[in-house]
C-alpha cells in the first residue's frame, strides 16, 4: 500500500531531511517516489483545501509555500496507520519518544513532516504529487 509522507520546509532548511528519509527507510518504508518542490500559492492551497475554513489554514498555506519541501510516495503494508504511529503526534511534546517529530519538529506548527491521515485521502494525496509512471 502507497502512502504520502512530506518532509516540510522546516526540516528541509534545517538540513534534517536525510535523517527523516533515514528514519522513514529504518522503519521499513520503501521509497517509490520522491521529489523536491517549492509549493506555489496555489499548489499549496489545493492541497490542504479539506482545511480551508479552519483557522490554522492561512498559516499552514504561509508555512508550506515558506520554501521547499519534500513529498514522498512511500510503501508497505498498512502504510497509513504505520506512518501515523512512526512519525507521532502533531506537537511533539505530545510525541512518543524515537517518533520522527519527538526527534526533528521545532513545534506543533513546524513539526517536520506531514502524513496521509486515511487509505483515501493517501492516494488522492499521492497523485497530487506523483503521476504513476513516476512510481518505481
Given at each position: 500500500?502507497?502512502?504520502?509522507?512530506?518532509?516540510?520546509?522546516?526540516?528541509?532548511?534545517?538540513?534534517?531531511?536525510?535523517?527523516?528519509?533515514?528514519?522513514?527507510?529504518?522503519?521499513?518504508?520503501?521509497?517509490?517516489g520522491a521529489r523536491m518542490v517549492r509549493l506555489s500559492l496555489a499548489q499549496a492551497e489545493a492541497f490542504y483545501a479539506v482545511h480551508r475554513e479552519r483557522p490554522f489554514f492561512r498559516p499552514l498555506v504561509a508555512f508550506m509555500t515558506s520554501g521547499p519541501c519534500i513529498p514522498l510516495a512511500l510503501e508497505r503494508a498498512d502504510a497509513v496507520a504505520y506512518l501515523r504511529t512512526v512519525i507521532g503526534a502533531t506537537d511533539p511534546k505530545e510525541a512518543a519518544p524515537g517518533t520522527v517529530r519527538a526527534l526533528y519538529a521545532e513545534s506543533k506548527e513546524r513539526n517536520a513532516i506531514h502524513a496521509s491521515d486515511s487509505e483515501e485521502n493517501?492516494?488522492?494525496?499521492?497523485?497530487?504529487?506523483?503521476?504513476?509512471?513516476?512510481?518505481q
Open positions: 500500500m502507497l502512502t504520502l509522507a512530506i518532509i516540510k520546509p522546516d526540516a528541509v532548511a534545517s538540513r534534517k531531511a536525510g535523517k527523516v528519509l533515514a528514519h522513514l527507510e529504518g522503519a521499513g518504508f520503501a521509497i517509490r493517501g492516494r488522492r494525496e499521492v497523485g497530487f504529487f506523483f503521476a504513476e509512471a513516476d512510481l
